[in-house]
């Protein structure tokens, strides 16, 4: 599990709050996945398994496929490395 102590979780969640913003266009749907980003502070976790299922099934319902940018294909494939 990645070390929290230097609040790396912090930057890890910023990263994914830009990316969700940019990728989810329904509003109850960033709602949600902000809510759990809210929650994910306070357990200093970054539960990039559920946010990562959660997106790629409202892209598959919405048929929303915005193309992720480099740096988001990066950033999701390190947070899948060290928070999983």
């Not at 990562?52 to 992720?68: E, L, N, W």
């Amino acid at each position: 599990m990645a070390d929290v102590s230097d609040n790396s979780y912090s930057k890890d969640l910023d990263d994914l709050e830009d990316f969700i913003k940019r990728v989810v266009l329904h509003e109850s749907v960033k709602n949600e996945l902000m809510s759990i980003i809210s929650d994910a502070r306070v357990r200093q976790t970054v539960p990039i398994r559920g946010i990562h299922q959660k997106i790629m099934a409202y892209r598959k319902k919405y048929g929303s496929y915005i193309p992720f940018t480099e740096a988001e294909k990066k950033m999701i494939e390190k947070l899948l490395c060290v928070w999983s």
